[in-house]
């Protein structure tokens, strides 16, 4: 059975609570300014939380509310991906975005929005009159009457991009401490020390990054909490393939006080959702299906575009989101030894990197940066980039979907951030991700995969 | 193995459609056979039960000793099988692009035959709500842990559906000291016919009949299902869901290729010769329709071996298109879609399904006038066939329901 390294003795100088995609960029942020970094998750693999299910867009925050922490993370994440994404192996399809008015109402609103992306900064937004819209998107239902583009709104890898935020952070010294939950902690006149399920961590600065279990996380550690977590579910249904044909911009809807709405776009990996919904509720841990909610949202999606309707389902899930009682991330250096980044919603994935350029500001903690910090390449697994099925010495390919190679399969499941779980394997991999399901790899992944996960796919028989 | 790049025939799939037609057309032509997966034979691979092998071998085989003997006889008739070899793409030529350890490559061939099968629709597809635990698999992922690997998935599922295929997901547990808990189907009735209904009552497994799943509960592992049935809801215990069933053609080759697909069938558009929209590719076996068995998939495989040997020396037709159109929705498809000269072709009847439990009346037409006509009282995935008409004419197939 693999195990990360049980924490050594000794103190970090931060210890990252939760390895979602902000705790993940938390550790490569610290890790690349010098700090000794400790990640602390409870899962058995990272992106297990509210990072595992969102729509995988990398926003410029053009309707991100004026003035708020959130839009401010938001451009410098967006930044800062396009600066290091090369570099890292991430992929990053530039498809553009439309907000589109499917009523007079919504079309009424449009300049204001406008507006409020210049004030965001996004300055290049243009208008566009159905003629111009349905010039670009061909397929846009019938109800469709005005929009706005958003040229650089793009489309990422959502599992990729965190996991290569970590990686490189362990490439340059944090360590991972998976299957480990924070039980509780006491501080000393050294910062902390936390107790976890597999033993204790103590380390200078504290940073809470446990998503949906934040709130709860403080009241555990500093004893009182600022925000209280309303947990909000967006469930998504994923088309196959051949869909992401029918539509080549992002395409949102204009949004309303609650949410950003029901978006279509394409993904990294070549397929077309629709999604998500918003349902508040109270359960932080199950976030699940409902057949007539995928069902009305197939129903949006062939009003949006109408050829939907002759296009196979692949795959659906629902994912919850961090919502709080505040409409703006909870971020708060409690004293010089705990901060928190509470709060971060929908807008995480595209946020993140300033996320993190923002905590280390607040953290006032000075370190010695490594002098040529390792970048390390993640294998692309975006449909739109060069695969690795199209090179030699790919040992096969095992899930055909997906196009996923035995080589692949057997990288994720060694070198420093092993795949750990079948879900961990799917979101470094994409096996089983595709049309069929398992139907075709599951006996060879049973195979390649054993001695691997915490709990194997399937016992061997007697 | 060096794959060539130039072959008389070639033929996508090693099932018993692909390696029936490749030992026929492997007396006159150069065969290469191409399959994705590491060993030829297809899904009775994984189907370590009977009955296989009447038609073919004419005794009574399970699945893998079947698979073994058509790969063996293939083999014998100077077919070459190369595995672990995928298609990626499908051009006019006709040209088929395909990646193996080796890298890309593109292989030239004179005919195409495409014969790769069909899989079970998932539980997406079907959109069942709930949660997503591990434990969530269809018959062939069962089968294949079950028989490939000597593993064991779960101990005490529940079975989703009642077709042929769900009776042998029951023996493939059964086989494994897996012992399912309950049998899950939608209708009224089990789709399967008899005696195949009566098996779970044989076996003990309470079969629930006009009763779905509402939700999948379970985070790492399948914990229970809720079912919602003639008495309300309940829920089952369990620690795994087989969703069985309810197959598509695979035929994603098709999409982004210049081939016709019918939305109907899943599969290709083809005409009683088996040839596709271009008349240099063919299809044969489940790809065209879901679903039959694997030995009527055999013989549309010997069928178009002999279109394509007619072929080969120029004594095909021309591919006329005169279409087929059904008209009742009751009508699931028909296969071939499109009608050359109605003479010796692979396909000499009509194949029909239905997608509803239905009683009436079907006829074939041309030009208005009824030259066949049926009888029905049936239900989804029964066989239903009618004659192909007598001359290249539009076809119009009409189901009057009582």
């Known amino acids: ?462 | 193995m060096t794959l060539p790049q130039e072959t008389d025939i070639l033929v996508i799939g090693a099932g018993p459609a692909g390696l029936a037609a490749a030992t026929i057309l492997a007396k006159t032509a150069r065969v290469l056979v191409v399959d994705r997966e590491a060993t030829a034979g297809g899904i009775p691979r994984h189907c370590g039960h009977y009955p296989f092998g009447m038609r073919e071998f004419h005794r009574l085989m399970k699945g893998p000793d079947y698979a073994r003997a058509l790969v063996e006889r293939a083999v014998q008739a100077g077919v070459t099988i190369a595995t672990r070899v995928n298609v990626v793409q499908l051009e006019p030529g006709p040209l088929v692009t395909v990646t193996s350890d080796a890298g890309l490559s593109e292989i030239r061939a004179k005919i195409v035959l495409i014969a790769t099968g069909v899989r079970e629709s998932s539980r997406a597809q079907r959109l069942i709500g709930g949660e997503k635990p591990g434990g969530i698999i269809p018959t062939g992922a069962l089968q294949g842990l079950v028989y490939l690997e000597g593993r064991r998935p779960f101990r005490r599922p529940v079975i989703l559906g009642t077709e042929l295929v769900s009776f042998s997901a029951i023996m493939t547990c059964l086989h494994a000291g897996i012992r399912p808990v309950a049998m899950i189907e939608p209708n009224a009735e089990a789709t399967a016919r008899w005696p195949a209904a009566l098996y779970p009552r044989l076996k003990g497994i309470p079969l629930h009949l006009s009763t779905s799943i509402r939700a999948i509960e379970g985070r790492e592992r399948v914990e229970r299902v809720i079912v919602d049935g003639p008495t309300g809801m309940q829920a089952i215990e369990t620690d795994g869901v087989i969703v069985t069933g309810k197959f598509r053609p695979e035929a994603t080759l098709f999409d982004g290729s210049h081939l016709e697909k019918d939305p109907k069938t899943g599969g290709p558009v083809v005409d009683n010769f088996g040839r596709c929209s271009d008349p240099a590719y063919f299809a044969a076996g489940n790809l065209l329709r879901p679903v039959e068995t694997a030995g009527w998939s055999w013989s549309e495989g010997v069928a178009v071996a002999r279109s394509i040997e007619a072929g080969l020396t120029g004594k095909l037709p021309a591919p006329a298109t005169q279409p087929v159109t059904l008209k009742g929705d009751a009508l699931s498809w028909v296969v071939p879609q499109r009608i050359s000269v109605p003479s010796d072709g692979a396909h000499q009847r009509f194949q029909l399904r239905v997608n509803r439990k239905v009683k009436g009346r079907i006829s074939a037409r041309v030009g208005g006038v009824e030259y066949a006509s049926l009888s029905i009282d049936t239900r989804p995935e029964r066989r239903i066939s009618l004659p192909l008409p007598p001359t290249a004419q539009p076809v119009e197939i009409v189901l009057e329901a009582k």
């Open chain 1, 1 to 462: 059975m693999p195990n990360d390294d049980l924490p050594a003795s000794g103190r970090f100088d931060v210890a990252i609570i939760g390895a979602g995609v902000v705790g993940c960029a938390l550790a490569r942020r610290f890790a690349l300014a010098g700090a000794k970094v400790a990640v602390i998750e409870k899962a058995v693999d990272i992106l297990d939380g509210a990072s595992k299910g969102n729509s995988a867009i990398l926003h410029t925050g053009f309707d991100a509310p004026v003035g708020s922490l959130e839009q401010a993370c938001v451009a410098a994440g967006y930044q800062e991906y396009l600066e290091i994404h090369g570099r890292l192996g991430l992929p990053l399809i530039k498809s553009g975005a439309l907000v589109i008015a499917w009523s007079e109402e919504e079309e009424a609103l449009l300049p204001s929005l406008m507006e409020q992306a210049h004030q965001n900064g996004v300055t290049d937004v243009e208008p566009l009159g159905e003629r111009a819209m349905r010039q670009l998107e061909p397929g846009l239902g019938n109800g469709a009457r005005a929009a706005f583009r958003v040229p650089r709104e793009y489309l990422i890898d959502p599992w990729s991009a965190p996991f290569a935020y970590l990686l490189q952070a362990v490439e340059n010294g944090a360590r991972i401490i998976r299957g480990a939950e924070v039980t509780g902690g006491e501080r000393d006149s050294d910062g902390w020390t936390l107790q976890t399920t597999r033993g204790k961590v103590a380390a200078r600065l504290v940073v809470n990054a446990a998503g949906l279990w934040g709130d709860l996380l403080d009241e555990k550690l500093i004893g009182g909490r600022d925000f209280h977590m309303k947990p909000r579910k967006g469930q998504f249904v994923v088309y196959d393939k051949p869909a992401s044909k029918l539509a080549s911009h992002i395409l949102l809807p204009v949004p309303n006080k609650i949410t950003k709405g029901v978006v279509v776009c394409r993904t990294a990996f070549g397929n077309l959702l629709v999604g998500p919904t918003a349902e508040d509720q109270d359960d932080r841990e199950h976030a699940l299906l409902v057949p007539e909610t995928l069902e009305a949202l197939k129903k949006r999606g062939e009003e949006i575009l109408p050829a939907l309707k002759d296009h196979q389902v692949t795959a659906i899930y629902a994912g919850l989101r961090p919502a709080t009682e505040f409409k703006d991330y909870c971020i708060k250096a409690h004293d010089r030894s705990y901060i928190t980044v509470g709060g971060i919603r929908s807008t995480g994935l595209s946020a993140a990197l300033g996320i993190a350029q923002h905590v280390l500001k607040l953290a006032e903690l000075q370190f010695n940066p490594p002098v040529d910090p390792v970048w390390p390449t993640v294998s692309n697994i975006s449909e739109y980039f060069p695969r690795d099925w199209q090179r030699e010495g790919h040992g096969g390919i095992v899930c055909h979907c997906e196009m996923a190679t035995k080589r692949e399969i057997l990288a994720a499941l060694d070198g420093p951030l092993p795949a750990r779980s079948l879900a961990g394997l799917k979101r470094r991999t994409r096996v089983t991700m595709g049309r069929c399901q398992g139907f075709f790899c599951s006996a060879e992944l049973a195979q390649l995969t054993d001695g691997h996960f915490d709990r194997p796919m399937a016992e061997k028989a007697q």
